[in-house]
């Protein structure tokens, strides 16, 4: 391994971990996994007794020739950023933290990706191999430290996002990127309407954008990429300077748009590319912050859950609330699944997890 | 070593007449077309891994989605296995059929439903070919990623099956990461939609368990895959080597540099001569090895990357570095590349074709192993890989006609697919696992990891009726095949030498 110093606060705790689930599957007692619990808002309440990875921690492999890492769960995510950015590299994801204690496990659990997910792609499309603790209590191994593995089924992407609801994830190993030559952001003063056109037109050209959101009346752009090319497309799109700190305040929600002072509930669109404004009773332009190039919609709304939703699915996307004024447990945080994917959900479930111990109901009820 | 359905090791299957699934399935749906006639079964008997053979009991060609539920339900109804295949152009046996079970070709679902130029994305029946795909976006300035060597003929549905690379990986990722959406028909004949046009769907991952899960879990009926901006130009260096060390060398200096190359290929010097000999490439055929590197995107950084690419090869030792002049020697650069399985193909009646993945940085010793083991072995080994990310293609030369031989190809296959595992790799990175690598499988995952793809499969298919036999091998077959198992690069006796 080159290019990282073993921490003195690596250990690795699988065996303990892996006790710990024997013991709760024997037991029939649900466990309530937990890194930084900096991301228990996304998602259903769980009722179970808190097992922490946070000790388990530790990059045990990382060679940035290879352009791959491998972390134990319980690795702060600011410890592996660190790391990679001592070695001009960079998690292609930028996941949002949402907090100093926020582990590569919660990551990776939730699946969040933050402003350049449409350009470079989501935590999913960058996890290489998991390592999971069974309901057995048994640690068992699903890709590798390889860019390319078609071996059996890619149960290491499946466990991307399942909020710990089919295993214990002890490691992750995941394709990082060189950080890019240059960058610079810029601010350009425009209507809706016209930020929408432009995007679709970029769209459809090799543009080095890595990040594009509307919010306040202006089109917010990152330009990423070779120097040569950064520069050319600044002269070209003009716009007053912005400052990067935009993006990072965006990604972890401390933009005044998010704040909790506003009472109404926090909702989170996913659409299509393309996708008009909704017509929305009640909704001012104001109410919707567009990042993701249009893709991710953040919305303060206390519109019913279903006529949302149901306007959402009829755009081909879906509404995640993340905070109601009514408080956890009101809200169903997640889109309602289609009857036969729900049962194929129940299925896998049922036969990852028979006892029901990983996370009951974080993510659906019946889950 | 024989890879046919073996009901011993590999589960017993229910016996059911041929002429009482044959009026069933016409009396359920009297449009499906049915081949039942060993002169019409006898072109479906194999797909790209011809050295195996199966006349399916019978062939199902719909053209409609209620013909392939009804198709699904009777099925189940009378426990026929289903094996679904699209172009058969797969190189594991994959599609490989059964004799108690029925083929299910996809071929006739061939449209291009939509593409989509704003919304940058394509909705595709499952026998559309690959190519086909960029080649419908190409008006809009937009192209399909994944483009694996048989792209002219594998079909989209193919591809999701078996996650489906090609040259262009690394940077552009393998078909789980173009594949946005797909419908599926269920063993049960329920039709469900896996991910979505937006960027991420509700609920578990799905779409990616079921991209690469060999048709063992569902039959996919629709994909939309994502369109991407064709880049502004591409260029592409070519530098050879006295020593297939230093090449391998070079590789990890280029990405070190902060380069991810659209393509970065090599070849040894078995490779590069049936290349030249075939296509006339303009390759050094006196070179140990060659890489050729495409750097593509915004033409300023390009040029900028060319530079520094150049920079690199030469301090590593590159005895030579041409970089083609226009898109016409580009085309010519690559032309001995993608032909290089049909250019050893002309110095030998066979060959076998491996597929394994590597850390890069293993190279040299894989190599090596596969140098002692060819001589071992008596046979010759001309080695492709993707050198950007891992993916070796060494192939095996034999001659079929000789008694043994194949199983003598097969064996080698076999030792360097271990060889692959035992330095932290995979024995697939793209061609899949079907019934070509079962047994090496064993090598690969110990029997906890087997009994939870067993899990998977029950949670879709629990009566095995989807293509059984495929891609995860019984507990009973790893027992009787007794391969090495090689977990966390922890060698049972690590103090014998090994290669």
Known sequence: MAQTRPQPTDQDTSDALGEAVRRAAAEGSPLRIVGGDTKAFYGRPVAGETLSTRAHRGITYYDPV????????????????????????????????????????GMVATGLSGPRRPWAGSVRDFVLGTRVITHQGQQQRFGGEVMKNVAGYDLSRLMVGAQGTLGLITEVSLKVLPRPGASHSLRLEMPLAEAQTKLAEWGRLPMPITAAAWHDQAL???????????????????????????????????????????????????????????????VEEADILHDWAGTQRWLRSDLPAAKLREACARAGGHATCLGSREGPGQVEPFMPLEPVVAKYHRNVKAQLDPQGIFNPGRLYAEL | MNILYDAKLDGELQHTDKADVLADLQRAAPDLTLLHREEDLRPFECDGLSAYRVLPMLVVLPETLEQVETLMKRCRALGVPVVTRGAGTGLSGGALPLEQGVLLVMSRFNRI???????????????????????????????YAPDPS???????????????????????????????????????????????EALDAPGLDLLALFTGSEGMLGVVTEITVKLLPKP??????????????????????????????????????????????????????????????????????????????????????????????????????????????????????DYYCMDGTIPRRELPRVLKGIADMSEAY????????????????????????????????????????????????????????????????????????????????????????????????????CAEFGAMHVHNNELPHPELPRF
């Open chain 1, 66 to 105: 290879e352009l791959i890492v491998s972390v134990r769960s319980g690795t702060p995510l600011a410890e592996l950023e660190a790391t990679l950015a001592e070695n001009g590299q960079m998690l292609g994801c930028e996941p949002p933290h949402f907090g100093t204690d926020a582990t590569v496990g």
């Open chain 1, 220 to 282: 917010h752009l990152r330009l990423e990429g070779g120097p040569s090319s950064v520069a050319a497309t600044r002269e070209r799109l003009g716009g007053e300077d912005l400052d990067a700190a935009f993006w990072t305040a965006l990604r972890e929600q401390t933009l005044d748009f998010f704040s909790r002072d506003d009472e109404r509930a926090l909702w989170r669109l996913a659409l299509p590319h393309n996708t008009p404004s909704l017509a929305l009773e009640g």
């Open chain 2, 378 to 477: 008596g046979l010759r080994v001309a080695n492709v890989f993707h050198a950007g990310d891992g993916n070796m293609h060494p192939l095996i030369l034999f001659d079929a006609n000789r008694p043994g031989e194949l199983e003598q190809a097969e064996a080698l296959g076999g030792k360097i697919l271990e060889l692959c595992v035992e330095v932290g790799g995979s024995i697939t990175g793209e061609h899949g696992v079907g019934r070509e690598k079962i047994n090496q499988m064993c090598a690969q995952f110990n029997p906890g990891e087997l009994t939870t793809f067993h899990a998977v499969k029950a949670a879709f298919d629990p009566d095995r009726l989807l293509n059984p036999g495929k891609n995860i091998p019984t507990l009973a077959r």
């Open chain 2, 113 to 143: 439903l939509e593409v989509d130029p704003d919304a940058r994305i394509a909705r595709l029946q499952p026998g559309v070919r690959n190519l086909a795909i960029s080649e419908a976006a190409a008006p809009y300035g937009l192209y």
């Open chain 2, 232 to 349: 502004e130009t591409a260029k592409v260096l070519m530098a050879s080597f006295d020593d297939v060390e230093k090449a391998g060398r070079a590789v990890g200096d280029i990405i070190a540099a902060g380069i991810i190359p659209g393509g970065l290929e090599m070849m040894d010097k078995l490779a590069i001569r049936a290349a030249e000999d075939f296509v006339k490439a303009g390759y050094p055929v006196e070179a140990e090895a060659i890489l050729l590197c495409e750097l593509d995107g915004v033409e300023a950084d390009v040029n900028d990357d060319c530079a520094t690419v150049r920079q690199v090869l030469e301090k590593a030792g590159a005895t030579g570095i041409q970089q083609a002049r226009d898109d016409a020697e580009r085309a010519t650069f690559w032309a001995g590349r993608k032909n290089a399985f049909p250019a050893v193909g002309r110095m030998s009646p």
């Open chain 2, 150 to 196: 048989s792209q002219i003929a594998c079909s989209i549905g193919g591809n999701v099956a078996e996650n489906a690379g090609g040259v262009h990986c690394l940077k552009y990722g393998l078909t789980v990461h173009n594949v946005m959406k797909v419908e599926v028909i269920t063993i049960e004949g329920e039709r469900m939609t896996l991910g979505s």
